[in-house]
């Protein structure tokens, strides 16, 4: 089955500098790439997704890249400020089958203002 | 649409006793799951199910029972509840047609067994 890798576990940064969060997948027929924000105490909520088919997203301070070759995905969030703080999970996905999808342990983000 | 509900918000139990946590979407999505969510350890996937009357186990499925009589509902059993139950369980829901369809989750359930 697919194996999700996701790193760092925990990453610390200053208001304002750029957080880049790592996850790699086993299964090269995973072609749907999600990433969920959860703040404390919250529930998970979809943030970005990218489609196999597509190398790079953006929206607005976040985006997500795609690597098929190395079977990697990446999340960039620019200009980070506080309420960014949550941990955020990476998640990876295949069309048909059970459509289950496997989630990384997802990273502790903390934005110090 | 209220999206996925699950109830009750919290819940402390007594080793032994059993409980069944609800969960009900309103989407017409086909796939639902439970997962429950333990400090370092992520989301890791009780049971799910495709569609009303198919279920199968996830990652971690002892201890715990599920039906799914119809395509709204999915509640999840405790049979006999133990400390390691210990956790806050998700319910999530999606359509399964298509490869971009994402996890709608619940608020969760957090659930104390002494």
Redesign the interface.
């Given at each position: 089955g697919e194996n999700v890798e996701q790193h760092p576990?925990t990453l610390s940064v200053q208001e304002g500098d750029s957080a880049v969060i790592k996850c790699t997948y086993s299964d090269s027929a995973s072609?749907?790439f999600?990433w969920?924000k959860q703040e404390l105490g919250?529930?998970?909520?979809?943030i970005i997704?990218i489609?196999?088919n597509v190398g790079e997203k953006k929206d607005q301070r976040i985006a997500v890249t795609l690597n098929k070759t190395a079977k990697h995905f990446s999340l960039h969030i620019t200009e980070t400020q506080p309420e960014d703080s949550a941990v955020y999970?990476c998640?990876a996905?295949?069309?048909g089958g059970?459509?289950?999808?496997t989630?990384?342990?997802?990273t502790s983000l903390i934005v110090h203002p | 649409n209220a999206g996925v509900t699950q109830t009750p918000k919290f819940q402390v139990l007594k080793t032994g006793q059993s409980m069944t946590l609800q969960c009900a979407q309103d989407m017409n999505h086909e796939y639902m799951s439970w997962y429950r969510q333990d400090p370092g350890m992520g989301l890791r996937l009780i049971h799910y199910s495709v569609g009303a009357g198919i279920t199968d186990q996830g990652e971690v499925p002892n201890g715990y029972n599920v039906s799914r009589s119809t395509t709204e509902d999915f509640p999840l059993r405790l049979l006999s509840a133990a400390p390691s139950q210990t956790s806050v369980y998700f319910c999530a829901s999606s359509r399964t047609s298509g490869p971009d369809q994402p996890q709608h989750f619940g608020d969760g359930t957090r659930l104390s067994i002494l």
């Amino acid at each position: 089955g697919e194996n999700v890798e996701q790193h760092p576990s925990t990453l610390s940064v200053q208001e304002g500098d750029s957080a880049v969060i790592k996850c790699t997948y086993s299964d090269s027929a995973s072609n749907y790439f999600p990433w969920y924000k959860q703040e404390l105490g919250k529930r998970p909520q979809l943030i970005i997704d990218i489609r196999s088919n597509v190398g790079e997203k953006k929206d607005q301070r976040i985006a997500v890249t795609l690597n098929k070759t190395a079977k990697h995905f990446s999340l960039h969030i620019t200009e980070t400020q506080p309420e960014d703080s949550a941990v955020y999970f990476c998640a990876a996905r295949r069309s048909g089958g059970s459509y289950i999808p496997t989630f990384g342990r997802g990273t502790s983000l903390i934005v110090h203002p | 649409n209220a999206g996925v509900t699950q109830t009750p918000k919290f819940q402390v139990l007594k080793t032994g006793q059993s409980m069944t946590l609800q969960c009900a979407q309103d989407m017409n999505h086909e796939y639902m799951s439970w997962y429950r969510q333990d400090p370092g350890m992520g989301l890791r996937l009780i049971h799910y199910s495709v569609g009303a009357g198919i279920t199968d186990q996830g990652e971690v499925p002892n201890g715990y029972n599920v039906s799914r009589s119809t395509t709204e509902d999915f509640p999840l059993r405790l049979l006999s509840a133990a400390p390691s139950q210990t956790s806050v369980y998700f319910c999530a829901s999606s359509r399964t047609s298509g490869p971009d369809q994402p996890q709608h989750f619940g608020d969760g359930t957090r659930l104390s067994i002494l």
